[in-house]
């Protein structure tokens, strides 16, 4: 008896806590950077150091040019880290589902029954193989420009102007992500993600998915995050000075009968419906007839945001 009232005391704490956090947390693109420190940053797909690069948005590659802890943005929507109502609504139902599930395992456990263990990644393919059926493949090139990527999409988050993004994702991840973008500019309030640097790239996994060849790339940056109310100028949360060093897995995916393309700075992509040439590098729609051609019909395309850890300094 006196488990189990510790248990509900622990669990209140936990409910205190998450609503108390909505006032304090921070968002960055896809809402991953918090008020406090989280992860430790291992990759669960093998640690193989496959080729890396390094920039800040201060260098030629800067945006000018033109998601529990680690939950995967292609799966569950997140009201993120913007405050509100909205905000402790959801944390309400999180902690009672976590309190139902716990319930409901500790009867499992108690009367014999296993215990549900979730599947692990399985291992993948040596990126060799990528390199064999594609040998224009380039894998600096091609960690250059998630580099690049990432820091137009910070760019593209503050000033609100998601459309430029609209090519380089799937439709489930961009339409949730201007979704969370949408929520901020309701509150009238802007997110700001400045001195922002990409301090290494790497493969870290190399698959097959059904109908789609699948890269996993480990991105550790270095941004500073915080809010202001758009009517006041006021800071709501964050830092101009506190540095956030994050890491996050970008799951990247394409027709696995596609090929890295010759000159991939010129345009070879013509729209599906009305076959006028598209410069798929800016936005992938079509000046013509409005259609959008996203590079994972062509290239690789951005499909998944993991955050893996947050580490704080200043």
Known sequence: MKKQYRRWLILIALLICC?????????????????????????????????????????????????????????????????????TVVIIIIVVIIILRYIRASKQYSSGQNVYTAATEEPGLPIETLKEKDPNFNEQALLEKVGNQYIQMQNAWQEKKWDSMRAIMTDALYNQMARQLQALIDAKQTNHVDRIAVLETRINRYAVEGDNDVLVVRLSTRITDYTTDDRTGEIVSGSTTRELFMVYDWKLIRQKDKKTLAQPTVSQISCPNCGAPLDINHTGKCPYCGTVVTLSDHDWALSVIKGISQRTVG
């Open 19 to 87: 609503l108390t956090l909505g006032a304090y947390s921070l968002a960055d693109a896809g809402n991953f950077s918090g008020s406090s420190d989280w992860g430790g940053g291992d990759s669960s797909w093998g640690s193989s150091d496959w080729g890396s690069s390094s920039w800040d948005s201060g260098s030629s590659w800067s945006s000018g040019s033109t998601y529990d802890s680690g939950s995967y943005y292609s799966s569950s929507d997140s009201a993120g880290c913007l405050g509100g109502n909205l905000f």
